[in-house]
């Protein structure tokens, strides 16, 4: 096949290097892709976390095109079709207690735009409006909007945007290494960093102004940083003390990947909002929510009875492919129990991933539920290529892992066999140890 490489600008690549040796899949199964020459590439990665339940399973292939023999689009605004009304229903059963009301986007950074606005509107609504300043954190990820990169706290996407939003701080990323660096799942120290918000950032803004605390309950695309025991019920004690909302941002972590359906699950802390995205598809077709407190939405209900409630919404919010695409997707996590399966799987990636920890240059290793993460030290003059030289000798082996600077992640499908994952850090050894 010939392929003109020039007009796809590609996202989060660098492009020219990539148009100089291009990685192109042309199909893919269950745990393996199939590339352009034939091979088959182990998928260490669930795609970007998102395939959890592995590539191409039948009964959400035949629910799509199901869909779209009876319905192809239908309005987003004003107009409803049955599977979104029932992918909400779903989505909300499934949620923690409380959070009953479910608002489509089509991606988690469209999530996380969403979930500032009605954090905002709620807040009008309570005749609060003044309370606009968001908490995010360092190194946090949430998306490529501007309210993404305002609240997260990734240097590099930040830099070269400009002013941002307004009125946004940040608490310090909870990872400390001398503590934390070979730390098998959550961490036992440093509960106390969660105080941060209280002693300094809570009075610097006062407490009348704050909107909300938004955080990823384990950090995903900056390198994998769990939190301490006891760190997210401190934050949600304070954020209770101090009437301010406080947002998980779970487009990773919802949906099994910490072997409970959401994170709030496995930390037992309940959070009035919770942004998805990853995985309720299973990745077939692009889709994204924001799980609200019925107390959010209920004082947002307010208003005569034929004004819009939220000045906001997506043309492709609730897309009939990816409603049902997300129904069939859940049949398949209760039929498969594939999130009990994630919750079998993570003591065997932990103890894979920490065999790792003799290996040369190898300065970190961290694990949480399907996730598993071995952070190299940088070279001295070119912090990251070595991360990425071991991402791209991975590939050429067979395996897909993922590189961000010099943390190599693996995220499988929860369909993963033991023997998948011994190939993972089987490969991603030998890579670290030829790449040097
Ligand atoms: N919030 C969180 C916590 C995320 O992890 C987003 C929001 C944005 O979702 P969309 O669908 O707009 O990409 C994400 C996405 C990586 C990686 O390298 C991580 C993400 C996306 C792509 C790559 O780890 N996270
Ligand atoms: N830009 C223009 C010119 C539009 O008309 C629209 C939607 O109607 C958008 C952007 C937003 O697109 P979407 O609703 O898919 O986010």
Redesign the pocket.
Same mark, same amino acid.
């Not at 919404?313 to 919010?317: D, F, I, L, R, V």
């Given at each position: 096949m010939e392929l003109d490489l020039n007009a796809y600008w590609m996202p989060f690549t660098p492009n020219r290097h990539f148009k100089s040796a291009p990685r192109i899949v042309v199909s893919a199964k269950d745990m393996f892709f199939t590339g352009d020459d034939g091979r088959e590439i182990l998928d260490g990665m669930s795609g970007l976390w998102c395939v959890s339940a592995g590539h191409r399973r039948q009964p959400i292939v035949d629910a799509v095109k199901a869909q779209l023999d009876r319905l192809d689009y239908a309005p987003?605004f004003q107009i409803g079709h049955p599977s979104a009304f029932m992918a909400a229903e779903r989505i909300a059963a499934l949620a923690p207690a409380g959070l009953d009301h479910v608002f489509f986007t089509?991606s988690g950074s469209?999530a996380f735009d969403s979930a500032l606005r009605i954090a905002l509107g709620y807040w009008r609504a309570r005749r609060q409006g003044n309370r606009t300043v968001l908490i995010g954190r360092e190194r946090a990820y949430h998306g490529v909007g501007f309210g993404g990169i305002s609240v997260g706290g990734i240097p590099a996407n930040r830099k070269a945007f400009g002013s941002l939003l307004p009125r946004v701080d940040h608490l310090r990323s909870t990872y400390v290494a001398d503590q934390h660096a070979f730390a098998r799942g959550e961490p036992e120290w440093g509960a106390h960093l969660a105080d941060e918000l209280e002693e300094r950032i809570i009075p610097l803004h006062d407490p009348s102004n704050i909107a909300a605390v938004i955080v990823e309950p384990v950090m995903g695309s900056a390198g994998v940083f769990v939190p301490p025991k006891g760190y997210l019920q401190r934050l949600r004690a304070i954020c209770d003390r101090h009437g301010i909302l406080l947002i998980f941002d779970e487009v990773i972590t919802g949906f099994g990947r910490l072997g409970k359906t959401f994170a709030a699950d496995y930390f037992g802390v309940v959070p009035d909002m919770i942004t998805f995205a990853k995985s309720v598809t299973n990745a077939v077709v692009p889709l994204g929510g924001v799980l609200v407190a019925n107390a959010i939405h209920d004082t947002m209900m307010q208003g005569p009875a034929h004004a819009i409630e939220l000045m906001h919404? /997506?043309? /492709?919010?609730g897309h009939p492919l990816a409603t049902a695409a997300a129904l069939a997707t859940l049949d398949l996590h209760r039929d498969e129990e594939l999130v009990a399966r994630a919750a079998r799987l993570a003591p065997y990636i932990e103890n894979a991933v920490h065999g790792l920890r003799d290996v040369p240059n190898v300065v970190s290793i961290r694990n949480l539920g399907v996730i598993g993460a071995v952070e190299l030290a940088p070279r001295p003059d070119a912090p990251g290529q070595r991360g990425y030289d071991v991402f791209v000798e991975c590939f050429n082996q067979g395996v897909l892992a993922r590189a961000t600077g010099d943390i190599l992640v693996f995220a499988p499908a929860f369909i993963a066999e033991h023997r998948h994952i011994d190939r993972m850090v089987d490969t991603l050894r030998a890579a670290i140890t030829k790449v040097g």
């Open positions: 987003a089509c469209e919404g /997506y043309t /492709y919010s």
